[in-house]
């Protein structure tokens, strides 16, 4: 109802929002620590802004949260910040995970639409039924994907990318030019060489 969907996740427990149907109040209620599922979802909410997304932040959770029969809640960046940016889908949302920052001002005038982080506390659902939880981003990312095709997926939100990333993306290191590996071998060789003649010759 329009009471839960307002005190939803407020921090303040509403026992006649705590349940199934009301996804839990949030989480409100709980006193155990979270049980995250691995990973991270990045999802990407077209044709609204920052500002309207948090005004209805709520409603998107409890949402989706149904689709996947847990509660979400929004990645907090290492500033403390949620993790709602303008979509620039130039912009590949793993690699805004290594961003200490919460300056996104690059993303700009062309964003039509969010890129919000997401994750799943499985906490209710582990104490509902187990089988039915989604122990990693990507296989919720993957079912709401799957949803999508099917076009059973109904809701006011212009959901148009779901995608599960792990929960520590390691960058892409290149490799040393194979010319660098010759060299020092080479060098070894002759200074090895230049020892055994020294121990012969001694």
């Known amino acids: 109802n329009n009471f839960c969907e307002r ?43 920052v500002q309207e997304f948090l005004e209805h932040k709520s409603e998107f959770l409890r949402y989706l949260g149904h689709q996947l029969r847990t509660t979400l809640r929004v990645k907090q960046s290492p500033l403390g910040q949620a993790m709602v940016y303008p979509w620039d889908p130039t912009v590949d949302p793993a690699s805004l995970l290594h961003n200490d920052s919460d300056s996104f001002q690059s993303f700009g005038s062309g964003a039509t639409g969010v890129l919000v982080y997401l994750e799943l506390d499985n906490r209710k659902c582990a104490s509902q039924n187990a089988s039915n939880c989604f122990t990693n981003a990507v296989e919720a990312a993957e079912f709401l994907a799957a949803a999508a095709a099917a076009h059973s997926l109904e809701s006011r939100f212009d959901i148009i990318q779901v995608r599960g990333l792990p929960e520590h993306i390691q960058p892409t290191i290149e490799d040393k030019p194979s010319w660098m590996v010759y060299v020092i071998m080479s060098a070894l060789t002759v200074i090895a060489i230049v020892l055994v003649f020294g121990v012969l010759f001694s």
């Open 7 to 49: 005190h939803y996740g407020n921090g303040k427990c509403d026992q006649g929002c705590n349940n199934e149907e009301c996804d839990w109040d949030g989480m409100d209620c709980e006193s155990k620590p979270p049980e995250l599922a691995s990973g991270i979802m990045s999802v990407v909410v077209k044709n609204i802004d």
